[in-house]
Structure formats: C-alpha cells, structure tokens
T-cell receptor, first 110, second 111 residues
C-alpha cells in the first residue's frame, strides 16, 4: 500500500499558488519525499524531492514539516497546463520500487 | 522522455495471443519497472528489475512475465492475452538517487 495520503481533488484559480498537501505520518528517517505529476495520458513526470529541508526548483517548491510527517507542494503561479494528477511518494533513495497511491487531481480554473 | 523508449506505442491483439512489450533505456540505470494504468486504479506495479537477470513481482504480476538479458532492455510478455489486460503500460527507469523517468506508454487493446 502507498505510504501517503492525499486529497482526491483540488481546484485552484489560474495565476494563484496551488498548495497540494500530503500526509506521510509513518515516514522513516531515511525516506525522501518525492512528487510526480501526470498530465492526461502521458507518463508521470518528476517534479521535486526532499529529505527534511525545504526545496525549490524551476517547477515548484516543497515544504516539509519539521517532524517530516507531512509536506506541501507549491506551484507558485498555476497555469492551465498544470492541470494534472499529482502524486506524493515516500521512498528510500536506494529502494527498488515505488507504489503509487491515487494522487490528487488538480484542476486549474481559468 | 529522453533516455527511455517504449515499443510499440499502440497495439491491438486478439485474446489468447502472446504479446511482448519492449522498454529500452540509454541511461545505464540499474532499476527498471513495468506499470499498468487503468481508470479508477491508478498506476500499479507489474514487475521490476534490479539488474540483468534479476527481476521480481509487483502488485499485479499474474498473467505477465518479464526478462532482462541486458541492462538496456526490459521486456514484458503477456503469454496469452486476455481482455482484462487491456490497459496503458508504462515503463520506468530509476537511478539510485533521483526519481523515476517514465516512458511515453504503450496502449494495448485485447479484443
């Protein structure tokens, strides 16, 4: 079973920040938090990952709580092209497989 | 995606026939995976490989077999295709630190 819990769907207005939450209360000390997204019928795409510090790249920011039991993916200025299913995954860096949950379906509203 | 290709992209086959899907990578990654995706089920792991000739079962392996005779190729075989195996199949590769890279998918229809 997936080790994370995400809301099944969220809406966000175009141009606003999209904040996607993820609960991973059983995360182990050596597990990273990864985020992927899947745009309709395409293969999932890597977004960002982190261990305990907040991370930012050209696509998004990842905020991990101090106790590491939850995290938030932030898309700072959502566009219609960000409409997708977003998956939060915890994974040991050298682990050999990922089990996907259902993810969050993000709708960007014009 | 760069470094990973799946073939064929689309296939229609008849019930009871064998089908082989191919995943090819140019990244020299150790780990390779096959997932299937169906409406209402999300991505489910079928089989994975952690090296040449080293494979293991995932969540939904019944009716599927895999082979990996060289690092760059991971083959998924449906020995006798059934309608329940109609799906979109994704291959993925993974380095030890960075995330997965997925292929573009193979849409398989069993009639």
């Amino acid at each position: 079973d997936a080790k994370t819990t995400q809301p099944p769907s969220m809406d966000c207005a175009e141009g606003r920040a999209a904040n996607l939450p993820c609960n991973h209360s059983t995360i182990s000390g050596n597990e990273y938090v990864y985020w992927y997204r899947q745009i309709h019928s395409q293969g999932p795409q890597y977004i960002i990952h982190g261990l305990k510090n907040n991370e930012t790249n050209e696509m998004a920011s990842l905020i991990i709580t101090e106790d590491r039991k939850s995290s938030t993916l932030i898309l700072p200025h959502a566009t219609l092209r960000d409409t997708a299913v977003y998956y939060c995954i915890v994974r040991v860096a050298t682990d050999d497989k990922i089990i996907f949950g259902k993810g969050t379906r993000l709708h960007i509203l014009p | 995606d760069a470094g990973i290709t799946q073939s064929p992209r689309h296939k229609v086959t008849e019930t009871g026939t064998p089908v082989t899907l191919r995943c090819h990578q140019t990244e020299n990654h150790r780990y390779m995976y096959w997932y299937r995706q169906d409406p209402g089920h999300g991505l489910r792991l079928i089989h994975y490989s952690y090296g040449v000739k080293d494979t293991d079962k995932g969540e939904v392996s019944d009716g599927y077999s895999v082979s990996r005779s060289k690092t760059e190729d991971f083959l998924l075989t449906l020995e006798s295709a059934t309608s329940s195996q109609t799906s979109v199949y994704f291959c993925a590769i993974s380095g030890e630190y960075y995330g997965y890279t997925f292929g573009s998918g193979t849409r398989l229809t069993v009639v």
